[in-house]
Each structure stands twice: as C-alpha cells, then as structure tokens.
C-alpha cells in the first residue's frame, strides 16, 4: 500500500507518528510524510521521506499577535473544547456555537489553508491508499476524500476534539432549524466541494482514529470508530549521557515539564525555581529538563539536583522513582511505560482533564500549575515515593497500556480497514 501521514509543524505531534511510519514502512508499505516545507528536515531526521507542502507560516503565529489573550488562553480547555470536561446538561448553545466559530476561523483555518491545495495536488499524483493525519491537520482528510483513500486521525491525547463534535451534534440536533450553523461543517464542505466531494463527519473524525489509551482512560465520541495503538516513545535524536549509565545511589526523581510551554508561550506557570528549592535537603537526586531560557531564571541550583537542557525521557524514566511533570500527552504516556508514581501540575490545553482521568487511576497526584508552590510539590513528591499504592497503581496502569497492540502488530489491522474504506472507484483530477 501507499500511505500518506500528514501533520502540522509541530514536533510533539508528529514525533508520536514515527513509530507506526516506521512498523508500516518496514512491513513492506510506501511511506510518505506531508507537512510545510521548513519541517522536512524533522521529518527526514527519523528516517522517513518528507513531502514539502504549503507554506511556512509558523504555527500559532496569528495568537502571538497578542500575548496576554494568548496567555489567557492556555488555561485548560478553550471553547469550544471545553465541552468535552462538562457534563452533558451544563453545555450552552450559544457559547458552543460560537467557540467553534472562533477555533475555527482563528486556528483551524490558519494551519490548514496553507497545505491544503497542495495536499491535495500531491494526493492526487501518488494516489495514496491511506491517509494518517493528526487531529489538527485536517487538510489530510480533505485530500483523502478528494481521492478516494480511507483515512485515520492518529490521536495524540484524550479524545479532546471527538467527544467536543459528538456533544456538538447532540446539542445542534435540539435547535430550531434556523439556529443550527455548524462552522466546521461550512468550512471543511466548502474545501470538499472544491474538490470534488461533500461534507461528512468523517472529515472531522475520520473513517477512524487509532487511540493510545486503554478504555479505562479513553474519551470516546458518539461514532467514532476507534481502534487501540500501544504508544512507542520517539523524541527525535537521542545520544544517552554517561551518568545514566549508572544505577542512581538515591531515589532520582525527574521534574520535566515540557515544550509547549517555552516553544509557544511565556514560560512554565509553576516556579521551577521555588520546587528545586524545596525538594533541596530530600534524600534524593533530582534531574531536571528546562529550557535554557528557564534554566536563566533559576537563582541558584540546589546540591541535590541535577539540571539539563534535555535528556531522552525514554532512558531516564527507567532509573526514577517518581516524576513530576506536567501531563502534557508524550510526557505522560512515556512516563506510563514504566511503573513510577507521578505528581501531575498541569495548565495547558488538555493537560487537566488528562491529569484528572490520570488521577482517578490511582497513580497520579494533581495539583494545578498556578498552585504548585514548592512546599505543596515536596509533600505531594514525599506522598507518592512513601505510599506503595502509589507505585502499584502506577505498575497496574503500566500493564494497561502494555495491552494495546504495537505498531507492528497493528499493521495487519490498518491494511484491512484500509480495505475497508478506500473507495473502489478512485477519483481522478
């Protein structure tokens, strides 16, 4: 088969793609990666073939236009994706409504117009079998559908945008006619009519979408097919440092939280500084992953602690005895692969509600971001490495997700549903 992955330039996101470009590719299968053209080099550093597509225009680059609404906008889920942590009776049509509008006409929009056409002009050549986009690239669904191809949204976190469009359609279907604008469906109908096709709901949500969350964590959408996909760590290049080559003489604990934070704002909410400072005197190593930029605002760095620009999450965890990081999605599920208690401080995105459900399995402490002061991160830390439970219920978690398939024993799967769903009849310009 030929396969087209397809994704925004933005690392976190493609780099939980790699793993199953890779099972494909070597299973046999022709493998391409679309994305803007300045993102090739990332893509052809993990070994994969880049198609250059669109333009460069940087991702998030209209919010930066104005940082105290960016700012602002971090914490937690935005309208309307914030209908996914609500229960179903507390949701308000004109408040969904117009999140949607906004999302859509200030994200989705900038991040797919400028790949779209030649997405499709691409699609339309190679005439893929199976298209694999992540859940923001939506142009990957548009060229899809332009050619026949079947087509999966690889998911990289809780099902966030899915459950948000189910209980959108719920709510829709109780207005009057006259009520019921839908701006996703406008804008995506409006790219598949250009291009020979029409509006499905599978173009927000694909035939598809492959999960890397076991059921008791899943956040499942009214009809959306999913199929499970074990997370395999991939952080780009990794060279592991001498000092891991040694077993940790005291508990090590990883304090990591993340990219986003310092890649597309402001720096972290929580004082790194203000942790370091209070986990000082602990009969423990602490190894801590911060930006230089962060690393500029520590005062000091205490003895019994250990700060670097970056170390592959892969070959540290496995020496920790607890992390604290900030349950960005790659962050926690790397951690997940090892059974090690976590105190989760998150603020972003979907880092909440993904702590939440983290928090219900047993194996995490949550304390927000903007609380995370350094006396509430040592007592949350002396918790989880003191309680057993804590580090059962991590080991419990650990064998949940060790029984999703891999991305090689998903092969099999993904050519089925891909004959399943490619269209017989392929279109042509």
Known sequence: ????????????????????????????????????????????????????????????????????????????????????????????????????????????????????????????????????????????????????????????????????????????????????????????????????????????????????FPPS????????????????????????PRWLWQEPERPRVALTLGIAATNRFAGHIADVGDILDALDGLDIEVVATLAESEQRKLKRIPDNARVVSYVPLHALLPTCSAVINHAGPGTFLTTTLNPIPQVAVPWDFDEPELARRAAGQGAVLTVRADRATGAVVRESLLRVLGEPAFRQAATDLRDQFRTLPTPNELVPQLERLTEEFRSPARRTP
Do not use: C
């Open 1 to 212: 088969m030929r396969i087209l992955f397809t994704t925004t330039p933005d690392k976190s996101l493609f780099q939980q793609m790699v793993p199953l470009a890779w099972a494909l590719r070597t299973a046999g299968h022709e493998v391409r990666v679309a994305a803007p053209p300045k993102f090739a080099s990332v893509i052809t550093q993990a070994g994969l073939t880049a198609v250059p597509v669109g333009s460069d225009r940087p991702v998030w680059r209209l919010p930066q236009l104005n940082p105290e609404r960016m700012e602002a906008e971090r914490k937690g889920l935005p309208a309307p994706y914030s209908a996914a942590e609500q229960a179903p009776e507390e949701l308000d049509w004109p408040t969904l409504k117009a999140g949607y509008a906004q999302v859509v006409g200030h994200w989705h929009k900038t991040d797919n117009f400028p790949m779209t056409a030649d997405l499709v002009e691409f699609a339309r050549h190679w005439q893929p079998d199976l298209v694999i986009w992540e859940p923001l690239t939506y142009a990957g669904a548009i060229a899809a559908q332009a050619v026949g191809a079947a087509h999966a949204r690889l998911l990289w976190s809780i099902d966030v945008l899915g459950l948000t469009r189910s209980r959108f359609l719920r709510l829709k279907a109780q207005q009057p006619p006259e009520e019921q604008s839908d701006p996703l469906a406008d804008w995506l109908g409006a790219y598949a009519r250009k291009y020979g096709g029409e509006f499905t709901e599978e173009l927000a949500t694909g035939h598809f979408s492959l999960d890397q």
């Open 217 to 240: 964590m899943r956040m499942a959408a009214d009809g959306v097919r999913y199929v499970p996909l074990r997370y395999v760590p991939y952080g780009g290049p990794a060279v592991v």
